[in-house]
C-alpha cells in the first residue's frame, strides 16, 4: 500500500541471521514501523525508526535510510518460532495514517 | 487478558445484510483505528479516531461507518455486504492520535468476515 514493498517470501536456518527487506517511496516520511504477524493472528508491534542509521534491540535490530527509502529488519540467532510474517509501516506526514507492506512471510528450517 | 476486545472472532453473513463489528479497548489509549486484511494483500487502512473524533477516513464506500459511542468503543457497522467485503477486520489503538505514537499500534485479535 502507498508505495511501501517488501519481498514475499525469504528463508533462513536457526542459530543464523535474516535480513527483512523493506523499500518505501511515500510522498513524505515521518516514521517507520516493523511488526510481526503470526498466521490467523494480529499484528504485533516489533519497532519504531525515523533516524538515519541502525537500532539495536537485541534479537531484532533495524535499519533506516531515509535518503533510500529503505529500511530492514535483522533478526539474529533464529529461533523456529520466529517463522512468521514481517510487516513494514510508514507514517507519512499530515495523515494519521500507517501504510502497510504486504509481508515478507520468513521461515526458519531446523 | 487481552487488553483490546473484538467481537465476534468470526461472522458469516448474506449478501445485502448488515453488520456491526464490536471493538473495545482497555489500555487507557485516546486513538483507535480500523484496518481491513484480506488475503494476499497488505493491511488495509479504513479509519482513525482520535477523542471519539475522526481523523481520517480512506475507505471509499459508504458503506463502512464507524460508531464511537464511548471513548474506548470504536465500532464498524457494514450495510449492504457484499461478497468482496469478506476479510478479517483488525481494531486497532495507539496512546495518542499524532506524534510518534501512531506508529506504536496494539492491534486486537480481529473479526474474521464471510459474506455468501
Known amino acids: 500500500g502507498q508505495g511501501v514493498e517488501q519481498p514475499d517470501n525469504l528463508m533462513s536456518v536457526e542459530g543464523t541471521f535474516a535480513r527483512v527487506n523493506c523499500t518505501y517511496s511515500?510522498?513524505?516520511?515521518?516514521?517507520l514501523s516493523w511488526y510481526q504477524q503470526r498466521e490467523g493472528h494480529a499484528p504485533v508491534f516489533l519497532s519504531y525508526?525515523?533516524?538515519?542509521g541502525l537500532k539495536d534491540s537485541g534479537h531484532f535490530s533495524t535499519f533506516l535510510s531515509r535518503s533510500n527509502g529503505y529500511s530492514y529488519l535483522l533478526l539474529t540467532e533464529l529461533q523456529i518460532k520466529d517463522s512468521a510474517s514481517y510487516l513494514c509501516?510508514?507514517?507519512?506526514?499530515?495523515?494519521?495514517?500507517?501504510?502497510f507492506g504486504s509481508g515478507t512471510k520468513l521461515t526458519v528450517e531446523p | 487478558d487481552p487488553k483490546i476486545i473484538q467481537k465476534p472472532k468470526y461472522l458469516v453473513a448474506v449478501t445485502g445484510s448488515e453488520k456491526i463489528l464490536i471493538c473495545e479497548q482497555y489500555?487507557?489509549?485516546?486513538?483507535m483505528y480500523w484496518y481491513r486484511q484480506s488475503a494476499k494483500k497488505p493491511l488495509e487502512f479504513m479509519f482513525s479516531?482520535?477523542?471519539?473524533?475522526?481523523?481520517d477516513n480512506q475507505t471509499a464506500s459508504s458503506r463502512f461507518q464507524p460508531q464511537s459511542s464511548k471513548k474506548n468503543h470504536l465500532d464498524l457497522q457494514i450495510t449492504a455486504l457484499k461478497p468482496d467485503d469478506s476479510a478479517t477486520y483488525f481494531c486497532?489503538?495507539?496512546?495518542?492520535?499524532?506524534?510518534?505514537?501512531?506508529?506504536?499500534?496494539?492491534f486486537g485479535a480481529g473479526t474474521r468476515l464471510s459474506v455468501l
Open positions: 486497532a489503538s495507539s496512546q495518542d492520535g499524532w506524534g510518534s505514537s501512531q506508529n506504536t499500534l496494539y
Open positions: 511515500t510522498s513524505g516520511f515521518n516514521g
Open positions: 489500555l487507557g489509549h485516546n486513538a
Open positions: 525508526v525515523v533516524l538515519d
Open positions: 509501516a510508514v507514517r507519512e506526514p499530515n495523515y494519521n495514517v500507517l501504510y
Open positions: 479516531y482520535s477523542y471519539q473524533k475522526l481523523m
